[in-house]
C-alpha cells in the first residue's frame, strides 16, 4: 500500500493550510489513518490519528487547531491546519495501518513520503 501526500508549502503565522494523503494498491482495508510531524532536530511525533469509525485523537499542542478527517471511500485522509504557528514548521508524514483482504491477509502500516510545513514569522 502505498501513500501520497500532498499540500504542504509556505505560509504566515496565523495562516492555514490543508494536508491530503491517498492511499493506493489492491485489496486493502485500512484502519488507523494518521498524520506525524518532525521537525529540524527533533523527534517524529504524533499529529493526530483517526479511525475508520472516524473516532479522532489529537496531540495536546495541535487540539483546537487542526482537524483530521478521512474519507473511506477514496482511502484519503486530510489534516486541516488553522492558526498556525513557526513551532508547526516541519515535514508531515501521513501514515495508514490495516490489511490485506485476500491471501494471508496480511496487516500493513505505510507511511508517506512527507510533505513540508513551512510557517513564518
Known amino acids: 500500500v502505498q501513500l501520497q501526500a500532498s499540500g504542504g508549502g509556505l505560509v504566515q503565522a496565523g495562516g492555514s493550510l490543508r494536508l491530503s494523503c491517498a492511499a493506493s494498491?489492491?485489496?486493502?482495508?485500512?484502519?488507523?489513518m494518521g498524520w506525524y510531524r518532525q521537525a529540524p532536530g527533533k523527534q517524529r511525533e504524533l499529529v493526530a490519528i483517526?479511525?475508520?469509525?472516524?473516532?479522532?485523537n489529537y496531540a495536546d499542542s495541535m487540539k483546537g487547531r487542526f482537524t483530521i478527517s478521512r474519507d473511506n471511500a477514496k482511502n484519503t485522509v486530510y489534516l486541516q491546519m488553522n492558526s498556525l504557528k513557526p513551532d508547526d514548521t516541519a515535514v508531515y508524514y501521513c501514515?495508514?495501518?490495516?490489511?490485506?483482504?485476500?491471501?494471508?491477509?496480511?496487516?500493513?502500516?505505510?507511511w508517506g513520503q512527507g510533505t513540508q510545513v513551512t510557517v513564518s514569522s
Open positions: 501514515s495508514a495501518e490495516g490489511r490485506f483482504t485476500i491471501g494471508t491477509l496480511k496487516p500493513f502500516n505505510s
Open positions: 494498491g489492491r485489496d486493502f482495508i485500512i484502519s488507523d
Open positions: 483517526v479511525t475508520r469509525p472516524g473516532s479522532t
